[in-house]
């Protein structure tokens, strides 16, 4: 399964990383809903990177948003599919 | 009936003629929001603006789709820059054409309320300690949640 990631603002800043591919391969079938996994596993996964990772990925008010839609943690992501992670939005 | 994400400035005498222009509307109501020369007793010398093209504009126009059904709209039109954006230039400008004052001037608040909390913008600071991003306000969360407990005007 192969998953963009996105980060952006202070999050893209802390991570260094502003896109890149996440290959997750063979899941254990646990982790599987239907053929995919949801937004907290995926952070989990990231999490595991590193402590700066951890810390980032786990702040409080952190925004998930698949394909462009702003998703609760139990959303499912699937091949192909874009997630991406952001602070809260201050635009206007 | 559209959304612009855009660096260049915002041209609004343009903006307005075409927001006004064909629509049959008997109100119109606009919003500019403008880069600030300071937070609080901070300095900002410019704002940097960060955005997500791709979601923003997604964002953006159903919002104007949502405008429209809550307060039938005849035209409305969101320009949102992105870049580096020096003081006192324009950051934001939503317009809302109406047949009443009441719907143009809550379709425009409406638009602008929910644009703070849902668009996918950062905004960062320049000052002279350096720069540093700007952190969502309450307020601006119970403003957008006024929006979703009212059954609008």
Redesign the interface.
């Known amino acids: 399964m192969s998953i963009t990631i996105?980060l952006?603002?202070?999050l893209?800043?802390a991570l260094g990383e502003a896109q890149f591919q996440l290959e997750l391969g063979a899941l254990p079938a646990e982790e599987l809903v239907d053929g995919a996994i949801n937004v907290e596993a995926i952070k989990a996964v990231l999490s595991a990177r590193g402590t700066n990772w951890s810390d980032a990925i786990n702040q409080p008010?952190l925004v998930h948003?698949l394909n462009?839609?702003?998703v609760y943690l139990d959303a499912l992501v699937r091949d192909g599919d874009e997630l991406?992670l952001?602070?809260?939005?201050?635009?206007? | 009936m559209s959304v612009s994400l855009q660096a260049e400035p915002i041209d609004i005498a343009a903006e307005y003629a075409a927001l006004v222009g064909k629509a049959s509307g008997a109100a119109v109501t606009t919003f500019t929001?403008y880069v600030r020369d300071h937070t609080g007793e901070d300095a900002v010398g410019a704002l940097e603006?960060?955005?997500?093209p791709?979601?923003?504009l997604?964002?953006l126009q159903d919002l104007g789709r949502q405008a429209v059904e809550r307060f039938g709209l005849i035209n409305w039109r969101i320009v949102?820059r992105f870049g580096l954006l020096p003081v006192s230039e324009t950051?934001?400008w939503v317009g809302a054409v109406a047949d009443h004052r009441g719907e143009a001037i809550s379709a425009c608040e409406f638009m602008?309320d929910t644009?703070?909390?849902?668009?996918?913008?950062?905004?960062?600071e320049q000052g002279p300690e350096g720069a540093r991003?700007?952190?969502?306000r309450a307020q601006d969360g119970e403003r957008r949640a006024r929006w979703e407990r009212s059954e609008g005007i």
């Open positions: 996105k952006f603002a202070s893209r800043e008010n948003a462009h839609k702003v991406a952001f602070p809260p939005m201050t635009g206007g | 929001g603006l960060e955005h997500y791709e979601m923003a997604t964002v949102h950051i934001v602008m644009l703070k909390t849902d668009a996918p913008f950062w905004k960062r991003w700007v952190a969502s």
